[in-house]
Nanobody, 118 residues
């Protein structure tokens, strides 16, 4: 089982930036990509984007295109989510999840809180 640990969350003012990290351990050959999601109270979990371990192919939700950027460091088994121009509505718990090639997000991190003040 892949173990994922997110970090980098915190409190930031609107318009500011944060970079979240997701460190993976125990990856297997079935680990194809890493996705990021977020969830705020009373709302459903929202997909933000995904990046493949091989080749760094990315895909983003429309809501974050142009503001959020995914990158990865294969040597460190770590994926980063750079978030710019943050808005109060970006406030949520952010999660990373490991995905198979079929898109099965089977392993999840514990989440990191991001709070954007107005």
């Amino acid at each position: 089982q892949v173990r994922l640990v997110e970090s980098g969350g915190g409190l930031v003012q609107a318009g500011g930036s944060l970079r979240l990290s997701c460190a993976a351990s125990g990856r297997t050959v079935s680990s194809y990509a890493m996705g990021w999601f977020r969830q705020s109270p009373g709302k459903e979990r929202e997909f933000l984007g995904v990046i493949s371990w091989s080749g760094g192919l990315t895909s983003y939700a429309d809501s974050v295109v142009g503001r959020f950027t995914l990158s990865r460091d294969n040597a460190k088994n770590t994926v980063y989510l750079q978030m710019n121009s943050l808005k109060p509505e970006d406030t949520a718990v952010y999660y990373c999840a490991d995905s198979t090639r079929a898109g099965d997000f089977g392993s999840w991190g514990q989440g990191t809180q991001v709070t954007v003040s107005s």
